[in-house]
């Protein structure tokens, strides 16, 4: 069978086996093989459970403020735009409209804001911590990244003394700095999703009861490992390292001269490479689907008595993993078929470098309609964060969906590519090709 | 026949190189250098954010430059070809990988300066520091591609090892390539040894493969 | 000075497998054929006297100089391999000048030679193309020319007329018969007809041994009278294919002339003339190969 024979060539090639020590490691090197490191326990009266962050105006508003009068007077704000940490200094022009926002929350005149802005020398930046992302942002020893933004570092040692005022609707205060944002460009920490951060409550037990009865009662626990997994296996490596197998074995066809002699095959283009495609694909699950089992295999004894779905790490394979891996090695095929060089692995490379840098910033959760890689890493808060998780699945979905069938749609231009390379009508750079002989034709007539 | 006095005249061979073996890679790397400051505030950085932008983004061009050192020969027919003529074909792949670490170090150095310009806190050791990061990344794509006669799979260990330094963070110790951020540049040294041994491995290797066939 | 390639007792090996069982050969100025079939050992040969290659044992002098040198060999040497490809940006100039200053020559040289090379394989016009447009025949030409630049005493071509069309491959041969005219020219190919109307010595090469190394005269002499050709019906053709050697055959209407090697005449056969192609064939045959008539047949 086609099928069978085109995944034992894949098997057996030196890029496959470099493939799967690259899996491997990157796996092991976000450490799902040590789950059982992260247990989930019932949480006994009297403990404490941890934050979360709520929406309380009486705790976000003063202290969303006092940070932007500090940046605004040292004129040296910090968002983070994609992920990554960026100090944004406004023109003269741009400080006087945050001024004016400034007054519109504190009640106080704009003048008087920036003369006391102006009398206060900048402070020095004091000593930064490291944190990748920037201050506020933390790295967890399993490759995530947190963001803490309340625990705010001040910079100046004077502060600007200016309060909410009081008749300040919450509302409306969201709306200016909402403009705030806007005049930083988005990604600060006033951006109306971000004021959130600023509220923090500690959880109730009931709340943590509640939790962990969802992990057990949805997730069967084991859902929530394979999620895990799948955060970290996507991110790492299956939304990267399929490209380069589609690229060097299609690459490797004309290296050995084999297309000419493929073409005049006689096989339908359209099941060739939709076999070949298949074959990738399934080549690249393999080592995923293994490794999975053996990471969630890892926390089956620590549950005893307590119902296991032991179906779910195939279920997130499937259905979280698989459209990554289809996604990335379509535009390998793709862009290798069309092209004839390895062009894809720098497109692929590209948005993978995008996608892992927005990641830092959503990494407890991204489920963008465009994301290549879907996060949901369970960060500090507690273990899979089951509702979370429920509450974004039809995004999720849709993501994974739009995924799988943008690769399918790449896959049948592919073939048509593929189909007319076979008739002669494309190749490489046919056209130009065409023009060359042409002219050359041409030449060799009239020498003739 | 008389030859050429001077008998390996490493200009000319540069020049005819860098126009039809390098462009490619040279606009990939200069295409890395426009696109990092859409991604990265590169203004008003203090030092250890400054380091972010070098060490985590224009470091990697020296993927971009280095890992395809070898493939113009990895056409068997072409190195048939030149390694039949009287002017060493490693030789020829020593001129390469010095001009690109050249133009690899220079990009870094004129993105330091482009960030100096923007008021960050930016010093020549930390341009040093992301060229040392360069080095290693690309020499390490070299020397799978040598390894390997195959520049495509040249340029996964590079990207693997950046993925893992964004995963596993410090934990890798004097090979984290992102140091300068925590304000550390020890490891910085042993990249960039690293770097040229595995360079040195690379050139060797190339070299002994055609014959050890 | 010594202008003769002297091979003694040479045996390559590609990993555990040999691809050269002792070879001995000397070879004298003129164009020296070195005939055989794909992957008889006629490449790995060629590539070992070009230095691509390192030989296990044995010894090789190329005029007077051990092939351990490669250098001094590299510049007495112009090797074309079996494809010709340049870095595919490359135009034709271009090409020729980059492997000028590989050959090692003088600026002034370089301008001057590949004038005169491109002049004499016909290619002057075709200066600012790009080497990936050439035609097969042109771009083998260009070869000949970049193997000449630094005006070789051996010229080693691998395979130089293969997928040429008829046209082209007569003028090819005409050229080199040109060149070897003051040097040593070592020409493979599978190709009897190449070997017919240029060489006078020649070697069959068969897995990786000399089978024979002579004059083409002394090679027909050889096949004197053991040569035949005899009329079939088709009917009987099987039966004849197994057990005959058949070196040609025919058809026409319900009959099929046979030519074919055997050591005594049979019935109904006539003996003839022997050419260069039964010749081999008997070489091969003798050296026990049977399965030939598909290789070779089709080059007539």
New interface residues.
């Given amino acids: 069978m086609l099928l069978l024979q085109e995944i034992k060539k894949i098997v057996k090639s030196i890029p496959y086996m470099i493939f799967v020590a690259a899996v491997v490691i990157g796996l092991f090197s976000q450490g799902v093989f040590r789950f059982q490191d992260d247990l989930l326990e019932e949480p006994q009266p009297g403990g404490s459970y941890g934050y979360k962050h709520e929406e309380i105006a009486e705790q976000i508003m003063p202290a969303a403020l006092r940070d932007l009068l500090t940046e605004f007077s040292n004129n040296n704000y910090t968002t983070y735009p994609i992920g990554f940490i960026k100090h944004v200094k406004l023109s003269e022009s741009k400080q006087e409209k945050m001024a004016e926002i400034l007054s519109g929350i504190t009640g106080n005149d704009k003048d008087r804001i920036l003369q006391e802005a102006a009398g206060i020398t900048p402070g020095a930046s004091g000593n930064y911590t490291f944190q990748i992302g920037g201050d506020g942002m933390q790295q967890d020893g399993n490759g995530g990244f947190t963001i803490g933004s309340d625990e705010k570092q001040q910079n100046s040692p004077e502060k600007m003394a200016f309060a909410v005022r009081d008749d300040m609707d919450y509302a409306r205060f969201k709306e200016l700095m909402g403009q705030a944002d806007d005049l930083l460009g988005g990604g600060s920490n006033y951006a109306v999703d971000s004021l959130i951060g600023y509220g923090t409550v500690p959880l109730t037990y009931e709340e943590a009861k509640e939790r962990y009865d969802l992990a057990i009662s949805s997730d069967k626990v084991t859902g929530g490992y394979a999620r895990l997994f799948s955060d970290y296996a996507g991110v790492m490596v299956l939304s990267i390292l399929p490209v380069f197998l589609a690229v060097i074995l299609g690459m490797k066809d004309r290296r050995v001269k084999m297309e000419a002699l493929i073409y005049t095959k006689k096989i339908s283009a359209a099941k060739l490479t939709f076999i070949r495609y298949l074959a990738l694909v399934i080549a690249a699950m393999l080592p995923v689907i293994l490794i999975s089992y053996i990471s969630n295999m890892m926390v089956w004894s620590s549950y005893p008595g307590i119902q296991l779905d032991y179906l779910a790490p195939l279920k997130y394979d499937f259905g979280w993993l698989l459209p990554s891996v289809m996604i990335s090695t379509a535009i390998g095929m793709f862009l290798t078929e069309l092209t004839g060089t390895p062009i894809a692995v720098a497109v692929q490379g590209l948005w993978w470098m995008f996608d892992v840098n927005l990641g830092i910033k959503s990494v407890s959760s991204g489920y963008a309609l465009l994301r290549l890689a879907p996060r949901h890493n369970a960060g500090a808060d507690s273990l899979f964060r089951t509702q979370d998780y429920l509450d974004h699945f039809g995004d999720l979905v849709q993501n994974r969906l739009l995924m799988a069938g943008i690769a399918l749609a790449l896959i049948l231009l592919t073939i048509l590519i593929y189909e007319s390379k076979r008739k002669g009508k494309f190749g490489g750079n046919a056209i130009f090709k065409k023009a060359v002989s042409s002219i050359r034709d041409r030449k060799n007539k009239s020498q003739a | 026949m008389q030859f050429s006095k001077k008998r390996f005249p490493v200009l000319e061979i540069a020049k005819i190189n860098l126009r039809h073996n390098a462009p490619l890679s040279i606009a990939v790397a200069v295409l890395l250098c426009l696109v990092t400051p859409l991604l990265i505030g590169t203004a008003n950085l203090d030092r250890n954010s400054a380091a972010m932008p070098l060490e985590m983004f224009v470091s990697l061009v020296g993927v971009v430059l280095l890992t395809p050192i070898f493939q113009p020969e990895q056409n068997e027919e072409i190195d048939d070809l030149v390694s039949s003529k009287y002017c060493s074909t490693a030789k020829v792949h020593l001129i390469r990988t010095v001009y690109s670490a050249g133009i690899a170090a220079l990009l870094i150095c004129v993105f330091t300066v482009s960030m100096k310009l923007q008021s960050c806190d930016v010093t020549p050791v930390l341009a040093l520091g992301a060229i040392a990061d360069a080095l290693f990344l690309g020499s390490m794509g070299m020397l799978t591609s040598a390894l390997t006669g195959n520049t495509v799979i040249g340029y996964m260990p590079p990207l693997l090892y950046y993925a893992l330094n964004i995963g596993m963070g410090p934990k890798l110790g004097s090979l984290y390539l992102f140091s300068m951020v925590t304000g550390s540049y020890t490891a910085k040294l042993w990249l960039f040894l690293a770097g040229l041994l595995m360079m040195a491995a690379a050139l060797f290797y190339q070299r002994l493969r055609k014959r050890m066939a | 000075m010594n202008n003769s390639i002297e091979i003694k007792g040479l045996n390559k090996f ?1 990993g555990k497998k040999q691809a050269l069982f002792d070879v001995n050969l000397s070879i004298q100025q003129g164009m020296f054929g070195l005939l055989g079939r794909n992957g008889a050992g006629k490449t790995t040969l060629m ?1 070992t006297l ?5 030989k296990k044992n044995g010894v090789i002098t190329v005029c007077g100089v051990p092939i351990e040198n490669a ?1 001094e060999i ?2 007495i ?3 074309l ?7 595919p ?2 135009k034709v100039g ?1 090409a020729m ?3 000028a ?7 002034s ?1 370089r301008k001057e030679r590949i004038d005169a090379l491109l002049k004499k394989v016909n290619l002057t016009e075709h200066r600012d193309k ?1 080497v990936k ?1 050439l ?1 097969g025949g042109m771009k083998r030409r260009l070869g000949i020319a ?1 193997a000449l630049l ?2 070789p005493k051996v010229l080693i071509v691998d395979e130089p007329t293969a997928g040429l069309d008829p046209e082209e491959r007569v003028r090819f041969r005409n050229l080199l018969s040109e060149i070897a005219e003051d040097k040593i020219v070592i020409l493979s190919t599978h190709i009897v007809g190449d070997i017919e109307a240029t060489c006078e010595d020649i070697a069959i090469i068969n897995e990786g041994r000399v089978i024979y190394n002579g004059t083409v005269d002394a090679l027909l002499q050889e096949a004197e009278g053991r040569v035949f050709t005899m009329t079939a019906s088709k009917r009987e053709l099987p039966e004849l294919k197994r057990q005959l050697s058949i070196t040609s055959m025919h058809t026409q209407g319900n009959k099929v002339h046979i030519r074919f090697i055997a050591d005594n005449l049979m019935q109904g056969a006539k003996t003839c003339e022997p050419n260069i192609e039964d010749a081999y064939m008997l070489y091969l045959h003798t050296s026990g190969v049977r399965e030939i008539l598909g290789e070779i047949g089709g080059e007539w």
């Fill in positions: 590609y590539k070009a230095t691509l290659l390192q250098k590299r510049r040497i112009g090797y391999p079996q494809e010709f490809s340049m870095y940006s490359m271009e000048k980059y492997l200053i590989l050959s090692g020559l003088s600026g040289q790009k447009a035609s970049q630094n005006n």
